[in-house]
């Protein structure tokens, strides 16, 4: 296929890059509302909220989920920095449901003044928003 027909997708995190490939079209979790874009969208620069970004290429969808960032659409290219991103072939299915329990857990018994009350709901999202993903992944592939 003809290069004119993908755009580059970048999406990296401070520690790494998570994906870097060729696709034709990006779903992603912007702060205003989810977003498409498609080869040729005008440029734009964002902000994201966590959530599930689907890069979709010829012959799959690429899930994965971000913890917030920017997105910027420049020409044939879309780039993410995101506080976290992890693919969900990644995710460790069983690992995030024990965050998700043990972060329940420390909620109930918490009232929300408790300095650590937003720490313990943010691991209960951020988990709940990896079990999705991967539960969405697998409904699709």
């Not at 998700?100 to 928003?129: F, I, T, V």
Request: hydrophobic residues 40%; aromatic residues 6%; without cysteine.
């Amino acid at each position: 296929m003809s290069d004119e027909l993908y755009m580059q997708l970048d999406v990296v995190t401070p520690e790494k890059s998570v994906l870097s490939r060729k696709v034709t079209e990006v779903i992603a979790p912007g702060s205003a509302g989810e977003f498409g874009v498609l080869i040729g969208h005008t440029p734009f620069l964002t902000t994201l909220k966590s959530g599930q970004v689907i890069a979709k290429t010829e012959d799959k969808d690429i899930y994965l989920a971000v913890g917030g960032g920017f997105a910027e659409v420049i020409s044939d290219r879309v780039i993410i920095l995101a506080e976290s991103a992890v693919l969900a072939e990644d995710i460790d299915e069983q690992k995030a449901k024990a965050d998700l329990d043990q972060a329940q857990d420390k909620l109930k018994g918490m009232n929300k003044e408790n300095p650590e009350y937003s720490r313990w709901e943010s691991k209960a999202r951020e988990a709940e928003l990896k079990l999705k993903v991967l539960e969405n992944w697998r409904g699709k592939s």
